[in-house]
């Protein structure tokens, strides 16, 4: 085991376990916060593999916008704060079936697939430019669809909060 | 690279009206905020235009903007159905009661249409795993909205959020698959995912759960069973026209991205022609029966829940879960027959099943009730209403003298010819099934009376014409189908297969 591998699982289990939290907590600020931690961690396993661009993004988008988003909404939501989450346990035997079976496939098909994985990532120089040149070229079209995903996500928003006239 | 992308353009024509229509349409609504009818007006305007293009692509073949993108029949025909019932859809917004409610602005009810309808139009040409989930993602997303529009509607906010939470699982669910498909073959683009698939040294099992992961995300959009939960709430929450467009042109485009990723992926591109026109598959797993038995499950649970509703747009609802086990009938046969017949199929539910909304939002707008138990004694207060319905819900059981007869026959046809005699059998059992809760409309309609008298329901001439516009189709393409059959025909060919 070398250094890598260390750093590996340290962010994995920065990931998983601060999921679990997000998962399990019955506060939902505290919820929240875990969730932060989650994607700090996927950002570090981003860095591992030398997805530069991706690392920075996942910091700025998902820690540095959304999540910050998402606390004000909790924050300013009234008597969201103190509430606890409904969290009670419906359906758990079928609930548990599918869970096993999902889990279960899961767990074989990563196990089948784990002799096919090369070890470390060759090194790549950094990848922002050859993605913003593709960007422009063979993925210009989901790049602009994405936009009017946006827009529409963005008049959406602004109709549901629209006062009653 | 950049030449190449302007000469993609040309063959891009149709989404990008629709790209101009929608903006057009937002800054239209900004300076006519009182007249949404101006709305309407640009974006009927744009739909005719795009229209028009769509037909001009017929014909031609190309893969555009990085193998993104294709053009081929197969896309044109999903267009042209998509963008037909777009138009449609539009003309019965003018004259719904629910959303023209005085105080509503109806400006980006308009302008989202046409966000949708580009969504569904990109599902139907999409070739790129990526592209797909993007093309499914606008269009869901746009439903969100749109089928919450009639917010003061308690149903409206409620039908909304639980398709936001079962439309977010599922492409959860579809992105996830994909990523497995992508780690397992290093690639989204469908045609390389063919020749990866094809040389053999792929894990089954993986392959396995990544594509029916991948097929979670299509099975949402065609409501299927095991994912048809959010449809009969929806279907009831959403304001009428928008059930009508979702039931149709949002099934078509499933329909079109999951016949065509089965195809390109899925079926042996170097096998040639095959006699009967079937497709040979690829090694691998048994992906006709599984579609077999989500077919069974389908209209099974859908005929027969149906047979408990007394709410009409629930009951089309589940009627329309019906509908997609008989089209996955037709998938079943992986062959050109059986996709000639879903797109027959296709055509006669387009009319039919828009026909039958449209009457229900027509009574909905005189009386305010969607219960059948309201439509008793119907005939005499409505008779022109009656007939037409009657003649579409006879259309959807699949009984001359109607088109609907015309789409089960070549279904069914199909799957004798293919040997799927059980399946068959199944699809004959459920459609007498099916007998029984359109009948139940028509009876309370024609046979039973309504005890407090109640006055006629008048329809203005605009209404009758569109009632007309869809009644005609439905008998007309009874007695006179080669057009449509040999439209259809002409229309499974799909960009690099066999």
């Known amino acids: 085991m070398d250094l890598f591998d260390i750093v590996f699982y340290c962010f994995a289990l920065i990931a998983v376990g601060s999921a679990v939290v997000v998962v399990f907590s019955r506060n939902i600020m505290y919820a929240a916060f875990a969730l932060l931690f989650a994607f700090f961690g996927i950002a570090g396993l981003y860095v591992l593999l030398q997805a530069d661009f991706l690392a920075v993004t996942q910091i700025l988008i998902y820690i540095g916008g959304i999540l910050v988003l998402m606390l004000f909404g909790v924050m300013l939501t009234n008597r969201v704060v103190d509430v606890d989450i409904k969290t009670g346990t419906l359906q758990i035997v079928p609930a548990a079936i599918l869970a096993a079976v999902v889990g279960g496939s899961l767990s074989g098909v990563f196990y089948s697939t784990w002799s096919t994985v090369s070890g470390t990532p060759s090194d790549v120089a950094t990848t922002t430019p050859a993605i913003g040149e593709m960007l422009m070229t063979s993925y210009i079209l989901p790049f602009e669809i994405a936009s009017i995903i946006l827009l529409v996500a963005l008049i959406g928003a602004a109709m549901i909060a629209r006062r009653k006239t | 690279m950049i030449e190449q992308l302007l000469s993609d353009l040309s063959f891009f024509k149709p989404e990008l009206t629709l790209v101009v229509t929608f903006l057009t349409a937002i800054l239209t609504d900004l300076v006519f905020r009182r007249s949404p009818v101006v709305v309407a007006a640009v974006c009927l305007a744009g739909f005719a235009l795009t229209g028009i293009f769509i037909l001009g692509q017929n014909g031609e073949e190309a893969l555009i ?236 649970l859908g005929n027969l829940v149906a047979l408990w509703q007394d709410n009409m747009k629930r009951l089309l609802a589940y009627s329309s879960i019906a509908h997609a086990g008989y089209l996955l009938m037709g998938v079943v046969v992986m062959g050109n027959e059986g996709t000639a017949a879903v797109l027959i199929y296709f055509i006669a539910y387009l009319f039919m099943n828009l026909g039958a909304f449209y009457v229900v939002m027509l009574i909905a707008n005189k009386t305010g009730s969607e219960d059948v138990e309201d439509y ?108 449509i059959v040999e439209f259809a025909q002409a229309s499974i060919r799909i960009f690099g297969t066999p």
Do not use: C
Request: proline share 3%; aromatic share 14%.
């Open chain 2, 376 to 483: 008793r004694g119907l005939a005499a207060r409505a008779p022109f209403l009656s007939l037409s319905l009657s003649l579409f819900l006879i259309s959807l059981t699949g009984l001359p003298p109607t088109v609907g007869f015309i789409g089960k026959l070549y279904l069914f046809a199909a799957l004798l010819n293919s040997g799927w005699i059980w399946l068959a059998v199944v699809g004959g059992i459920n459609t007498v099934i099916s007998l029984y809760y359109y009948v139940k409309v028509f009876r309370n309609m024609y046979l039973r009376e309504d005890e407090e008298k109640k006055g006629r329901i008048e329809v203005g001439a605009a209404q009758l014409a569109t009632l007309v516009v869809l009644l005609v189709p439905i008998i007309l393409f009874f007695f006179y189908f080669p057009p």
């Open chain 2, 65 to 300: 903007f990085g193998n993104m993108l294709t053009v081929d029949a197969f896309a044109v025909f999903f267009k042209v159905l998509i963008t037909l019932s777009a138009i449609l859809v539009l003309v019965f917004s003018l004259s719904s009661a629910e959303l023209n409610t005085p105080g509503r602005s109806l400006g980006e009810y308009y302008s989202l249409l046409v966000a949708l309808t580009l969504g569904m139009i990109l599902m139907a040409g999409a070739t790129n795993l990526l592209m797909i989930y993007l093309a499914i993602e606008l269009s869901s997303m746009t439903s969100y909205i749109l089928t919450g529009y009639t917010r003061e509607a308690p149903d409206s906010s409620e039908a909304s959020l639980k398709y936001v939470i079962y439309g977010g699982l599922s492409s959860g669910i579809m992105l996830y698959g994909i990523s497995i498909l992508y780690g397992l073959t290093g690639t989204l683009d469908l045609y390389q995912l063919n020749q990866v698939l094809a040389t053999g040294d792929i894990n089954d099992f993986t392959l396995l759960i990544a594509g029916v992961f991948t097929m979670v995300g299509f099975g949402y959009k065609i409501s299927a069973v095991p994912f048809h939960f959010w449809t009969p709430d929806v279907y009831e929450g959403a304001p009428i026209t928008i059930t009508a467009f979702l039931s149709v042109a949002s099934k078509a485009a499933g329909f079109a991205v999951f016949i065509r990723f089965l195809k390109v992926a899925f079926v042996d591109a170097g096998a040639g022609e095959v006699a009967g026109g079937f497709w040979t598959m690829l090694q691998g797993f048994d992906w006709p029966l599984m579609v077999a038995i989500v077919s069974v499950l389908t209209m099974t």
